[in-house]
């Protein structure tokens, strides 16, 4: 059966599934639970000279980071701002089907393991290979 060029132009979209969506939420919750609180992180230790604490007993974002000084830490704090963002879009384009958002974010995931490890965020390091996991169970399906 031979198909014309036509047929395949006018193809409808096939619409994103619950693992396309799923691995778009697993880009954006991160980058919210870690983006949003970091301006107001370095703010505090700019005012302060030190990380606030959560209400868990330990500091917030205090990792192998802090050790570079609090000009550095703000520094990387901004870069964290930046990851936390490509994320968030990444996740808002596969949440659409988008393959750009999977390569967008599969492109960015070395810069997240590296803020994870540096601001000791455990949370955001087991979120990576969900993540990953997720994009790849995906991929078929993104247009």
Not at 70 to 75: M, S
């Amino acid at each position: 059966m031979a198909v014309n060029a036509g047929s395949v132009a006018n193809a409808t979209p096939v619409a994103p599934g619950p693992t396309t969506k799923a691995a778009g939420l697993a880009y954006v919750l991160p980058a919210l639970a870690f983006g949003l609180p970091t301006p107001f992180v370095l703010w505090h230790l700019i005012r302060t000279l030190e990380l606030p604490m959560t209400p868990f007993g330990f500091r917030s974002h205090s990792g192998p980071f802090e050790v570079l000084g609090r000009d550095r830490f703000v520094a990387l704090g901004f870069v964290l701002m930046i990851s936390c963002l490509v994320d968030a879009i990444a996740g808002t384009w596969l949440w659409r089907g988008r393959r750009q958002g999977a390569i967008l974010g599969l492109a960015a995931t070395p810069l997240t393991l590296l803020m994870a490890y540096g601001f000791a965020f455990p949370f955001l390091l087991a979120a990576i290979p969900i993540r990953l996991v997720l994009t790849a169970r995906a991929w078929p399906r993104l247009r």
